[in-house]
């Protein structure tokens, strides 16, 4: 298949372009990072997490038909059942959109490749309802000024047969949306490089947060799994290329490369931060974010997915190959959940320091977060139930 000339911004503004017309704690050594700021001396560990959220559960799924709900479901019985999580609670779900670009790749739609697919939501909203969740809410920061609905529905997505579940929102959370403030959350123990967030109305007025992610390679944080799909949370008004304006739906530039985008000042960066390489960055905003606001339920989607980067502007991804680990992977603990999804992905050790596969090239985001007592990435510490890793596994290369 012929390379993508594509940069990720270019790739995302046909997509925009289309979519705004339509309405546990464990202490390791300092790691080998890339930059001088915020050594883990400086960092105060968060309260270690009771050592049952390193259940995880891996279960067999190959296609997006009816199988998703029997194998999510399968997913949650492992873990305990999701019942005492969120029974009479709100719920928000973070999709992964990875912008509003729709059209097919590899000759598959979307949610076979690189976003969110619309199966795993149908799936994951009729459990949570059906475990006695009071209300949903899908999230996500678009390229975008349509409604979250909206941007949905030119996905093909069945808007009206979710709602029909039960009580279900949307909000598309680039900017203030349907809220009155933004929310301030800190970073307990001070953070790497944010000592606080502002963040849409949606991350605080929940009682439970899930993740939904696919299962992926990152051209800058080494894998893209439950917690890296929290960077997107940032608002696109605040931590975006045109950070300032409420209309605001271009990237999360400033959050990778400061250099050019000098004016604009991102609230809680640490006044310490002088780090500029976008490897070490993302890793540790990303560690950050989920600190600011923890994941109470991870799931990845590795039923199909891509590999070499998180979509089909990244160059590693060329000749784009369609791969098919035929998994789903659910945790309690974002850090556990991402290790063995890691795991799966062929990648030997979830805890390797830069230079090691998949973080080559980068920081590990998820010994970061481990370093901060978010949980662990040490696949011996972890309780992983239903399919082995050793079947699991599916090489990413």
């Not at 915020?38 to 995880?56: F, G, H, L, W, Y």
């Not at 076979?112 to 009071?134: I, R």
Request: charge should be positive; include cysteine.
């Amino acid at each position: 298949m012929k390379t993508h000339a594509y940069t990720r911004r270019q790739f995302l503004h046909l997509g925009a372009t289309v979519a705004s017309a339509a309405p546990l704690g464990f202490c390791l050594n300092r790691l080998s990072v890339s930059g001088a700021e915020a050594p883990t001396s400086q960092i105060k560990k968060t309260p270690a997490r009771n050592r049952s959220d390193c259940k995880v559960s891996i279960v067999a799924c190959k296609s997006y038909g009816a199988e998703v709900r029997t194998a999510l479901a399968q997913c949650f019985d492992l873990l305990g059942g999701i019942g005492s999580l969120v029974k009479n609670k709100t719920v928000t779900v973070k999709l992964n959109l990875t912008g509003t670009n729709f059209a097919y790749v590899f000759n598959r739609p979307v949610g076979e490749s690189y976003m969110t697919h619309p199966a795993t939501v149908m799936a994951l909203s009729s459990l949570l309802f059906d475990a006695g969740a009071k209300r949903v809410r899908f999230v996500e920061s678009t390229q975008s000024k349509a409604e979250l609905e909206s941007t949905l529905a030119l996905a093909d997505w069945d808007v009206n047969a979710l709602t029909a579940l039960g009580t279900v929102e949307f909000e598309n959370t680039r900017n203030l949306g349907k809220g009155k403030q933004y929310a301030h959350l800190r970073v307990p123990g001070g953070g790497y490089m944010f000592s606080s967030f502002e963040f849409n109305h949606a991350y605080e007025e929940t009682d439970v947060m899930v993740s939904l992610a696919k299962l992926k390679n990152h051209i800058t944080a080494g894998v893209t799994l439950s917690m890296k799909n929290l960077f997107g949370i940032t608002p696109n008004s605040l931590y975006g290329d045109q950070a300032g304006s409420e209309d605001a739906t271009a990237g999360r530039g400033p959050l990778h490369s400061p250099r050019r985008f000098g004016q604009i000042k991102l609230p809680g960066l640490k006044p310490d931060v002088t780090s500029t390489d976008p490897t070490y960055r993302v890793p540790h905003i990303v560690t950050d974010i989920c600190t600011a606001r923890p994941i109470h339920l991870a799931i990845i989607d590795g039923i199909t997915s891509m590999s070499g980067g998180e979509g089909p502007w990244c160059r590693d991804a060329a000749p784009l190959k369609l791969t098919t680990p035929g998994v789903l992977i659910a945790g309690l603990n974002p850090v556990a959940a991402d290790a063995v999804g890691t795991a799966v992905m062929g990648y030997e050790n979830p805890r390797a320091t830069r230079g090691t596969k998949p973080f080559g090239f980068c920081d590990n985001h998820l010994l970061l977060a481990e370093q901060v007592g978010l949980g662990t990435a040490d696949l011996a510490q972890i309780d992983v139930r239903g399919l082995p890793i050793e079947k699991a596994r599916y090489p990413y290369g």
